[in-house]
């Protein structure tokens, strides 16, 4: 019988046991740990003591890995499209139809290496635009921050910038209120477990589902602090138009207003808050500014129309007896405000309402005395008892690349690693840049221009900065390196992503991807990457810090995993790591991107003896044990969230910023120009007190695509909301013949064979379609078509439908970009418009469709 | 001696699937001889999971029933097999011996439970084994129970005796006890699966408020009386645990200063009878 051996790895679900027998995976599991593993944290409250279970937990895409890694779609060799040639004709609209052959990796490097040169010579390397998606794999020496910055850094490209997708509403909007630009806008966490449990008396999650979203990367890890607070009887109230699944499990009372007119919903609560006198008044006076200008603007001094809970009923069907019951028990018990997944987040930050939105979330919680005992923004996930004093880095700071411009590697990271940081003028604030959600007009009009290059965390007013492309003196792209195929179901309008690479004007495009799928199939050149279970790398669960920083208080316990090579790379597919040390070596860098010759071995010692472990455990220990997780100090004393601030003291938690230049007195009072919340917004005054879009005091707004924009009302009557997915991670986990197909409620198996993506609708707009359970149907507007299979449902109310974002694949049925995808590209519908005007984030879940039955 | 018994709590259960795909983990692609064969890659459910929703919007709630093979002690498929294909151990789980059971497809049909999956390649039947080659090494638990985040499942290694004063004292129920084949797996709280709820909202139309405290009587179709609640600070209240397609019921509704309103429901299914204004 052969040996098994059980090792261990990390995903973006949480860390895992590998069990691996002559070759091969055969099963991937949580962790349990043992007795030398450090203890547990106990919290006592209420007379009851509470410590979590021994082990982690694991989301549900972590146990598809093996179906992913043996998946039949992995591309396990460099392929070409047919009908490219570099050096004839390249028959670009072709792409995306014609098929692929097989090449030699010397010949895809050939390639790949004398198009960058010849790119170089002809136009610049800013000429080169590439982009990996957001979650790329696990393990900080190979992640993207890491390998791939580092490469890119040194051979010089445009980046296309990723905007802030979780975190839209509290980016553009939230951090002109109270700042925390260093955390895009949404608050610290920290130790509200321990308050909550203490002293919380009622929970309002608003657009929070946290058992589907998992904070982020934190798998189940707080379910069971949902489970305690509920036996404490702490009751849970849910705001969101789908009766999601944290609401299934906890929810006492569940409201469902139209999509984008929570903020009518919020204005009301406001409202009767202040009619009835349920707020706290020295709280508002003490620790904000400009209440009392948007006091007239709620009570209809400024407008004339009162926010009366009647007004809001007309916008948001919520009865007006049932806002002011919500409004009077809210202003009457200790509440945290669970608003988004993660404290902050939020499918109702994604949309054209969305800045309103937050800014409305933390007004509400600063009327009740936000940072208070019991009282805060906190959506369960994060403020578990965490050692903050612990080093070890998270996957934003950069790993191995040492870019201080584009991670957070300056913080700490590069000093302790001792690395020279790479940086690339071009990808510097004052290079060249593309919004990711524009490449196509960037490529197709060759001109943009914006506000806030992507991810604005230096500061407040980062996001007010003007970019255009091309920058001045820079050239248009001429190449696209791209990493993974995501796009066309996880950005908007996505058939303009189509468009783009059907096109002359974009002469050469290489695809670096692990499966074919989505946008692999419209390169030039694939090269075949492997997973991470193929090479060695070091991460730590739900570790990726940078902007939120201590992102592991979601974790029971910090889990350091040694990502142990568990197998060798199928077919000729190769470690990203390998795959640019191949082609620095054509381009003559191949020192300076290996620093003499570094393996990815060598580099997770690196990291290993940067970090604080080697304090506690030998790396000879840690390569045997392969985890080790981080003990609790012995002294350990809460420091609650914001409670510094609702009590006017320096702030005593351990987060990173802001910066001090933002503030008068470093450590005083939050980032704003007052120091305080500010429901009249110094920064927005300052740049344009006129811009009716994005105002100087947070209001209702309604939606550029909702129920008051008719003609498209009319037309296309249902509102669609496309949530962050429950079962893969974005595109991880989906389609490539993974195990989640078969999940009944990810996507549904029909007769020709095809496992089809789901829309959820209520029973009422099922049945006055003559739509059943299961049935297929056309899910369009003027964007395009998307065909899914339809889920009938009481959980929406009548006029709202449900489908998740992030399908992996696209799967025309005619030409693409022109033709209905049967892949489940929901995205391909969602409108490609800002938030607004200067607020340069997506807003997916402002969007009209209609749905009918596919006939055969 | 002591025997395996699952018990899966409802009420804790949102269909994460971890358990499913836990199970596909295990046994996809996997041989474990003698107690299983590779599971097919797509198509089988070792562990189904069925979802029931009650109500209608907006007062609603969703339950998932996960269903693994019941290992039960008086099993028919024991009895279908032939050349004792299908056997059970003496610590209560059923295993279809993969070899001996080539062909035998009668043994699929046989379970009423349908959790019994046809190998089209393999020509063989296949289910759920509740992980014994794990057990048999020393885990305590199946794949299943070990990857359920939520604590809805429990694994139990006691005897018969005490595994029935369990079941007594937490009110576990088996699925369709009508088959009468005495399942080694145990549900919590299946009245969320298999019983229906009344629910509404009681409000008061001159001032437009939530009617909180409001009294609503829950009658039979003759007029007796079955239980009695007091509406909640949003006027809603619910009946649950009722015995499906049960019949005639009648509410009243009492709120001082107000006057009655009764309400007669026929239980066709779960039904949230809507805003009771008063």
Known sequence: MSHIEKLTNGTTGGPVFVYVKDGRIIRVTPMDFDESDAPSWVINARGKKFSPPRKTTLSPYSFAWRSMIYSPTRLLHPLKRVDFDPDGKRNHTRRGESGYERISWDEAADIVTSEIKRIKREYGPAAILSTPGSHHLWGHVGYRHSAYFRFMNLMGYTSAEHNPDSWEGWHWGGMHQWGFSHRLGIPEQYDLLEDALKNTEMIVFWSADPETTSGIYSAFESTCRRQWLKELGVKMI????????????????????????????????????????????????????????????????????????????????????????????????????????????????????????????????????????????????????????????????????????????????????????????????????????????????????????????????????????????????????????????????????????????????????????????????????????????????????????DSTCQVNHRVISFQKKCIEPLGESKSDYDIFALLAERLGFYDAFTEGGLTELDWVKRMFDASDLPQHISWDDFFEKGYFVVPMPDDYKSTPALRWFAEDRKRDTPDWGPHP???????????TTSGLIEFESSSLKKFDPEDEERPVFPKYIPSWEGHHTTPLYSKYPLQLISPHPRFSFHTMGDAKGSWLNEVKDHRVLKEDGYYYWIIRINSQDAEQRGIQEGDLVKVFNDRGVVICAAQVTQRLPPGTVHSYESCADYDPLGKPGESADRGGCINILTPSRYITQNSSGQAPNSCLVEVEKKER | MNKWNLVIDIAKCHDCNNCFLACKDEYCENDFPPYSAAQPRHGHRWIDILRKERGQHPRVDVSYLPLPCMHCDEADCIKAAEGEAVYKRDDGIVIIDPLKAKGQKGVVDSCPYGVIWWNEELDVPQKCTFCAHLLDEGWQAPRCVQACPTGAMEFLHVEDAEMQRIVHSEELEVWHPEYGLEPRVYYKKLYRYTRWFISGSVALKDVDECAEGAKVTLKNGSGGVLITALTNNYGDFRFDALEAKSGQYRLEVDYPGYQQRELRVDLENSIDVGTIFL
Request: aromatic share 14%; net charge neutral; glycine share 12%.
């Open chain 1, 661 to 671: 230049e933002s503030q008068e007195e470093f450590g005083k009072g939050l980032q």
């Open chain 1, 238 to 549: 849910f705001i969101d138009p789908f009766y999601n699944h944290t609401a299934g499990m906890f929810a006492d009372k569940w409201f469902a207003p139209r999509p984008g007119t929570d903020n009518a919903m919020a204005c009301a609560i406001a409202y009767v808050w202040i009619t009835e006198n349920l707020y706290d008044q020295e709280y508002i006076k003490a620790r904000s500014v400009g209440f009392e200008t948007w006091k007239d603007y709620i009570l209809g001094v400024e407008d004339g129309i009162p926010k009366t809970p009647e007004w809001a009923e007309k916008e948001s069907t919520i009865p007006a007896r049932e806002i002011k019951a919500l409004a009077r028990e809210w202003g009457s018990k200790k509440t945290m405000l669970a608003a988004g997944g993660l404290g902050g987040w939020g499918g109702a930050c994604r949309a054209a309402t969305g800045g309103q939105w937050a800014r409305l979330m933390i007004s509400l919680a600063a009327m009740q005395g936000l940072g208070k005992p019991g009282s805060n923004i906190w959506s369960t996930t994060q403020g578990a008892p965490h050692n903050s004093d612990f080093v070890f880095p998270g996957y934003a700071e950069g790993g191995i690349s040492g870019d201080v411009d584009n991670s957070a590697a300056g913080y700490r990271w590069v000093y302790r690693m001792q690395l020279r940081p790479t940086r690339s003028s071009i990808n510097s604030p004052m290079g060249q840049h593309i919004p990711r959600l524009k490449i196509p007009e960037c490529i197709l009009d060759g001109k943009y221009e914006w506000r806030g290059k992507g991810f604005c965390g230096q500061s407040i007013e980062a996001q007010l900065h003007k970019y255009k492309y091309p920058a001045d003196g820079y050239p248009e792209i001429q190449m696209y390196y791209r990493y993974g195929g995501s796009f066309i179901g996880t950005m908007n309008e996505t058939n303009r992503y189509i468009k783009a690479y059907q096109t002359e004007r974009l002469p050469f495009v290489v695809n670096q991807s692990i499966w074919f799928e989505g946008e692999a199939r419209f390169a030039d050149i694939i090269l075949p990457a492997c997973t991470n279970f193929e090479r060695w790398d070091i991460s730590e669960f739900a570790g990726c810090l940078g902007y939120i920083p």
